[in-house]
């Protein structure tokens, strides 16, 4: 079987050598679309946890492909020092989005990001303790494996793997990850898109999605710190 993952320009092994594995890649192509479109589908309707959801559909699309985790960039990283640069880029990434993307969005759409989920969070150490460890479990590494180990690598699949095929996967992937953030309105999908563009960088950028995870981990940590301390922050003006 040829085996294909996101950080890859030709099937693993080398270029197929005969018509019949071409006829097989292109199976496994329109197979790739169908997965993208089912996932694409749970996110929209919102179907239970879609992060979730597309969690037991990539366990199951590994098994029928007979691929193993590292083909949707769960990878061990080569380049050293990868926690320390990603909790840099996080630091950076929360105060671009604070100084920039949120102000500008608050004031195009008069609106701001609905954090009212979070409402009993400042000066919270309980509910801090716990966000903490779910926001790193469920956000952080669920949600990576999720839209940018399955999600994205399937889309890239369904396009091709040249620039304009991960351009196009990176913004889609990240489009219906900003959809599953509805519950903070119009604002909070922009952001959460905005975030997701941000960490499929990452995520190719280190070729490995634990960069990814770690700099969405340490958002999260960022954002629900700061709340803890002096609650909702808006944007910085």
Known sequence: MWMLDAGSEVPVGGRPASPAPDRQSRAWTVVSA??????A??????????SLVLI???????LVRRQRITSLGLRRSTGSRLVAKTFLLAVLWSVFQLSVTMPIAN????KTQDLSAFNDL???AGMLAALLVAGWLLGAFAEELAYRGYLLTRIREALGFGRWGLAVAI???SVLFGFAHTEQGLVGVLVVTIDGIYFSVLRVHFQTLWASVLAHGFNNTI???AFFLVGPI???W
Not at 107 to 110: M, N, P
């Open 34 to 39: 169908i997965e993208a479109a089912a996932a």
């Open 41 to 50: 589908a749970a996110i929209l309707l919102d179907l239970l946890i879609p």
């Open 56 to 62: 037991a559909m990539a366990v199951a699309s590994l």
């Open 107 to 110: 004031h195009v759409s008069g």
């Open 122 to 124: 400042q000066g919270n």
């Open 171 to 173: 913004v889609l992937s």
């Open 223 to 225: 954002g629900f710190v």
């Open 234 to 236: 808006h944007g910085l």
